[in-house]
């Protein structure tokens, strides 16, 4: 099966140099996403999987290697690389309408289309009706919503989502993970997503990518391929989950 | 190989020329190219002797610096201690009891926005130029903050706090001093300190008004004389004085108020 | 519940009255049955010119309002400039480095130096014309503004700045849609702060040289022994500085409305 490739890091490593000393953050990173793939990258704790996303979106360059994205190399962000945070990240002065169409706007898109753009992403994330709301008068899961909204809005070649429900109730959190599910398989994007929740990883990957605790670097691949919608309690899934664990490198 | 600090030393140095480009063109402007009369703008070094010249001579204005500073001080205290002993109280009370809250808070609403400068007039007139006169000037100057700072502090109490004092079977007084007062601190503070200052500009601008003696006095007579030098030493006499008092009140503040304040 | 109601009712209405009466009362008793009668005018007698001065000149040629809207439109001039420099400035050191290290330290040289200092200088630059108390009112409101931008500069959140670029934001529209929004709230309570202390040092520039303005009532009513028109100037100041805060609040409702939780 010869699937395009759209995200290839090639022995990638990181340091970072502090007062306290030099910090090797990941050390000869290689791994392939191909198109429409859901791909998870999961790690014990404080592994450096942000820093890893970091490198993917071009916020931080690689001290070796290179990142190769849609066939180029990353050199500093760019709009074709779109991020979901943990944390929100809106603009709390924009209402939903403007925090979704913020990146066809910057880029110069006539008011109508964007608008247009918009409203898609608001009707897929379910936010309809909340257009003119500010941020402060969602919850936190709207607010994650609106967050994914305006990330898939800018139309980016990937997407890069950082442990997005992490500060969500548990209740919430398995909603927005049945949510991010539909909203992945109505819109076909190539998507990378951090988290420290194994089932998380199971329920919505494709493809997970199992990171050695710091210096971080891949140490197993797994191919998911159960049946969507999955069942958390399914007998495949258990056994995913528990090779996994049993895989999984210790942490503080 | 310490990227951050040699960058930071780097804008160190930045200040320090832009510091002395400034006192540089200061100079050029005044002394050297004399663009603009003395009598206007007396160039740095001249400052700079008066400065020191008025640590030991009376002239112009009958006392030397510090005698000014200690005349300026002594009435700014006076009235700031006043104004804190009565004030902080009112704004507790305001805060804290429902009445007492209806009936002060719509006068002193309408008390609030008249600048204490405005008030001179009628002091000058009730007690003619004397310490009593500036005094009750800067009382007021420091009075209306400290009141506003302690009573939306009192009311800024988080409720669930002052329930679980509740459940453990606290008075109403012994939630205000045990949960309402503590919780209240950083505010009252930052209350005392915006006192400070407006009770110091009170103070300049009765002292400019009307007095015989402290700083104001000494830059009206340097004004009245055209002796600009005598002017400048006394506003940044001023200055330094405040940059002191915010330095103690950052002291004070880390000394005090523990748990930290909301900044 | 109807009957409590309308208690709640005489309870907002009522308690404050409460308040004032007592002030007038004890005013009144004050003035008619101590020696303070002598200085003092009664509560009656000051509305009396209160209503008098609403169409009859103070002074040669203006009446109260005239007087007032002169006041308001110093304030007004030398507060827009100061907001526009000050926010300039503020934005400019709070974003740029090189900028803040160049303008910084002369910044902290004028920052403690309380506002109606600079009166006797600005006289003796600018004579005692409207660019002097422009100049004065100038730096009344810029500290202020200036401390707050500077301040809300500095609090950007620059996780939201990457967000800006990764979404292909420019450098000016990352200013335009990030910094500057983000400031808003700051420089509005910088403006707040600016606009009473230029309220303040109008009042204090007219006091000291000037023909016309609610500061020359007040001083006008000290040469002329006239406690009544002394405390009609105070009314007034009181009454414009209450619809200027009342100003500023609706303006920040309608800007800062992002920040509200409700509805």
């Known amino acids: ?252 | 190989m310490n990227t951050a600090k040699r960058i930071n030393r780097k804008y160190k140095y930045i200040s320090l020329i832009s510091m002395l480009a400034f006192l540089g063109i200061w100079y050029l402007a005044t002394a050297v190219l004399k663009l603009v009369p003395a009598y206007s703008l007396p160039d740095p070094v001249k400052v700079i002797t008066t400065f020191v010249q008025k640590f030991y001579m009376k002239v112009p204005d009958g006392a030397t610096l510090l005698q000014n500073i200690w005349a300026s001080v002594k009435v700014a205290m006076l009235g700031y201690v006043f104004g804190v002993v009565i004030g902080i109280p009112t704004g507790v009370a305001m805060g804290w009891i429902k009445a007492v809250e209806k009936i002060v808070r719509p006068v002193f609403d309408f008390i609030k926005p008249i600048p204490p400068i405005a008030l001179i007039p009628v002091m000058i007139v009730f007690f003619g130029i004397s310490l009593q006169a500036k005094a009750i000037i800067i009382f007021f100057s420091t009075v209306i903050p400290c009141i506003v700072n302690s009573y939306s502090g009192i009311k800024q109490t988080n409720q669930i706090h002052l329930w679980v004092a509740q459940t453990f079977g606290a008075t109403r007084r012994q939630q205000l001093f045990t949960v309402a007062l503590p919780s209240a601190l950083p505010m009252i503070f930052a209350g005392l300190r915006v006192a400070m200052g407006s009770s110091w500009m009170g103070l300049v601008a009765a002292e400019l008004l009307g007095s015989t003696s402290g700083i104001g006095y000494m830059i009206s007579v340097g004004r009245a004389l055209l002796r600009s030098d005598i002017i400048i030493v006394g506003i940044l006499t001023l200055g330094i004085i405040g940059i002191l008092i915010s330095v103690m009140f950052d002291l004070l503040e880390k000394l005090l108020v523990r748990g930290g304040s909301e900044k | 519940m109807k009957k409590s109601s309308i208690k709640q009712k005489a309870g907002t209405i009522l308690l404050p009255a409460v308040g004032f009466v007592a002030i007038l009362v004890i005013w009144w008793l004050l003035v008619s049955f101590t020696r303070i009668g002598l200085l003092l005018p009664t509560p009656l007698e000051v509305l009396k010119r209160f209503i008098y001065f609403l169409g009859n000149p103070i002074g040669k040629a203006f009446t109260l309002p005239m007087h007032l809207l002169i006041s308001l439109r110093r304030v007004l001039t030398g507060f827009c400039i100061a907001s526009v420099a000050g926010i300039i400035v503020g934005i400019s050191m709070g974003r740029f480095k090189p900028i803040e290290a160049i303008v910084r330290p002369i910044f902290e040289l004028v920052r403690p130096i309380p506002g109606v200092a600079w009166i006797p200088l600005a006289i003796v630059w600018f004579g005692i014309g409207e660019t002097a108390k422009t100049f004065i009112i100038f730096m009344g409101g810029f500290v202020n503004i200036v401390v707050n931008t500077y301040a809300g500069a500095r609090h950007v959140d620059e996780r939201l700045m990457g967000v800006a670029y990764m979404l292909g934001a420019s450098k000016i529209q990352a200013f335009f849609r990030v910094v500057l929004p983000s400031c808003v709230p700051y420089i509005f309570a910088g403006m707040q702060v600016g606009l009473s202390t230029c309220w303040m040092a109008v009042l204090a520039a007219e006091m000291v040289s000037s023909f016309e303005g609610v500061g020359w009532v007040i001083i006008a009513g000290q040469d002329i022994n006239d406690m009544a028109q002394i405390f009609v100037g105070i009314i007034a100041i009181a009454v414009m500085g209450l619809l200027l805060a009342a100003f500023m609040r609706f303006m920040e409702r309608i800007l800062c409305r992002w920040r509200e939780r409700g509805a």
């Open chain 1, 1 to 252: 099966m010869s699937r395009k490739a759209v995200i290839e890091c090639k022995h990638v490593s990181k340091t970072f140099y502090t007062l306290s000393g030099d910090h090797l953050v990941v050390d000869d990173l290689n791994f392939t996403v191909y198109e429409n793939e859901f791909v998870v990258l999961f790690g014990p704790g404080q592994c450096g999987k942000t820093t890893v996303l970091n490198l993917i979106t071009g916020l931080e360059l690689p001290t070796k290697g290179e990142i190769i994205v849609a066939g180029e190399k990353v050199t500093g962000p760019s709009p074709k690389r779109g991020m979901v945070y943990q944390t929100t990240n809106l603009f709390m002065w924009y209402n939903v309408m403007k925090n979704v169409e913020f990146g066809p706007s910057v880029r110069g898109i006539s008011k109508k289309e964007r608008r247009k753009k918009a409203q898609h992403y608001i009707d897929l994330v379910g936010l309809t009706g909340f257009e003119k709301h500010y941020p402060v008068q969602l919850s936190g899961g709207m607010q994650q919503r609106v967050g994914i909204a305006r990330a898939y809005c800018n139309e980016p070649d990937i997407i890069c989502m950082d442990e997005p429900f992490g500060h969500l109730d548990a209740q919430t959190r398995y909603l927005m993970e049945k949510e991010v599910e539909r909203i992945s398989s109505q819109e076909k994007r190539t998507v990378v997503f951090v988290t420290n929740n194994v089932e998380e990883a199971i329920y919505l990957a494709d493809r997970i990518i199992l990171l050695r605790n710091l210096p971080t670097s891949v140490k197993k691949e797994y191919t998911v391929d159960l049946p969507r919608p999955r069942n958390y309690v399914s007998p495949e899934f258990l056994a995913l989950r528990e090779e996994i664990t049993r895989d999984m490198d210790p942490t503080l």
